[in-house]
């Protein structure tokens, strides 16, 4: 009968190796959720996202059935001049956002701009929805 060494610690440290791999590697595959204001105002419905670093071409908006979805992929890109990263803790690969819209919203007249790593997309309120002040007649 041969005898082996016993290591309790060998579970930790192979624990530790796996972990400190997982952030100091980008995880392409692995999916993620950007940061998505969603405020009303008086006339429209806004929505606004935080795409650092997102090309403007991979991002894609769109609305189907009352659904408003906001899809796109953040690509990690590693030059030949960079050395091991300490860490990354910012996800990379693709994203997928879906938002409900009430039918109060002209989702024919949606509008989208990105400016500095902000998407923000706009949808207007169906005049029918929109506050109307009606005049009140004093009868005397």
Do not use: C
Not at 1 to 7: A, G, K, P
């Amino acid at each position: 009968m041969s005898l082996s060494h016993f290591d309790p610690l060998a579970n930790l440290r192979m624990f530790e190796d796996a972990f400190s791999r997982f952030l100091s590697e980008p995880q392409s595959n692995r999916p993620w959720s950007p940061a998505v204001d969603v405020y009303e105002t008086e006339n429209e419905l806004v929505l606004k996202a935080d795409l650092p670093d997102v090309d403007q071409k991979e991002i894609d908006v769109r609305v189907e059935n009352q659904t408003l979805t906001i899809a796109g992929v953040r690509n990690f890109e590693r030059t030949e001049n960079q050395k091991g990263f300490h860490r990354i803790e910012r996800n990379y690969g693709k994203f997928v956002r879906s938002f409900a819209v009430p039918n109060t919203f002209d989702t024919e007249k949606i509008a989208a701009g990105y400016q500095n790593g902000v998407l923000t997309v706009t949808l207007p309120k169906k005049e029918a929805a929109k506050p109307r002040q009606i005049k009140i007649e004093v009868k005397s």
